[in-house]
């Protein structure tokens, strides 16, 4: 078995990291398992994992860079750049790098080959050996998603022998978040059944369902809100992987920054369903 899992929500707070973290501490001693925290504007999988020996390097973003003797100004780099991050003056050149999303268009476009490729550091990725990743975006850095992406590359470099990589992934459906899922073998969704929960998961289920990635869902504090999430599930045959409780000891575990399945081994069963059903499903 080899296989990436990304773990998504439609919002924060419904418990994606804390389905994240539990999922890989069930599975790690039955598989070569690694979790990766692609949530690289607050990264916090490291709270409850507490690794401390941690490898790190810096991850870049490619700018371009102008050769002023052969820049002519003719505009065209600003014209080819969707995020209006060049700007052209009859006697300037001007990069807004902070607008600069790293895509090499206007460097692979010049017509007087007037740009070259240039860097900037744009957040660092770390890792242990027990198969822990994160990416940390710098600061003021407006753009996570070549951080994202840099993460994930980095991430089949270190764990290329791992049977398992878990991808923690952004809240919401926003780019980040887009970018997190793509190329994933299955994204599981993490949804609270309640109107707002089931709202901002209707939200991710149109941003992904022409991915052709397969997914299900976990309902998270089961128990509370309505019928409306599961109705919704059963009628566009979206499978339900694992329901997890509603209970006050699961949220005092977890807001003292403890593991639940370390604490209490019982609740293991909830992850195993999880993964018992993804891989029903994907043979099919």
């Known amino acids: ?16 990291t804390f389905f994240s973290v539990n999922f890989y501490y069930t599975l790690k001693d039955e598989f070569k398992s690694a979790i990766v925290d692609l949530d690289v504007e607050e990264p916090n999988v490291n709270i409850f994992i507490k690794a401390e020996k941690l490898s790190a390097e810096i991850s870049y973003l ?11 100004l003719c505009g065209k780099c600003s ?4 995020f209006n991050a060049i700007f052209v003056s009859s006697d300037k050149w001007y990069l807004f790098p902070e607008l600069c999303k790293g895509c090499t268009a206007c460097i692979k476009l010049c017509p007087n080959d007037a740009l070259i490729y240039g860097k900037k550091e744009h957040g660092i990725i770390r890792w242990d050996n027990s198969g822990f990743m994160e990416g940390i975006l710098k600061i003021r850095e407006p753009i996570a998603v070549p951080l994202i992406e840099n993460v994930k590359k980095k991430s089949l470099e270190i764990f290329k022998d791992y049977e398992l990589i878990i991808y923690d992934s952004p809240p919401g459906v926003t780019c980040p978040a887009i970018s997190s899922i793509k190329n994933s073998d299955f994204t599981i969704l993490v949804a609270e059944p309640t109107p707002f929960g089931f709202n901002d998961f209707k939200l991710t289920y149109e941003a992904i369902k022409d991915f052709n990635i397969p997914f299900g869902v976990v309902i998270n504090k089961d128990g509370i809100g309505t019928n409306e999430l ?4 059963k009628d566009k045959s979206i499978p339900i992987l694992c329901r997890i409780p509603h209970d006050k000891a699961i949220a005092e575990l977890y807001s003292n920054g403890k593991i639940l399945v370390k604490e209490d081994k019982t609740y293991k069963k909830y992850f195993l369903d999880c993964f018992n059903n993804i891989k029903k499903y994907l043979e099919k």
């Open 230 to 233: 599961e109705n919704f599930c």
């Open 62 to 72: 490619t700018i371009p860079k102008n050769i002023k003797e052969k820049c002519i």
């Open 1 to 16: 078995m080899k296989m990436k899992i990304s773990v998504a929500s439609g919002k924060g707070g419904t418990g994606k």
């Open 79 to 82: 014209e080819y750049c969707e």
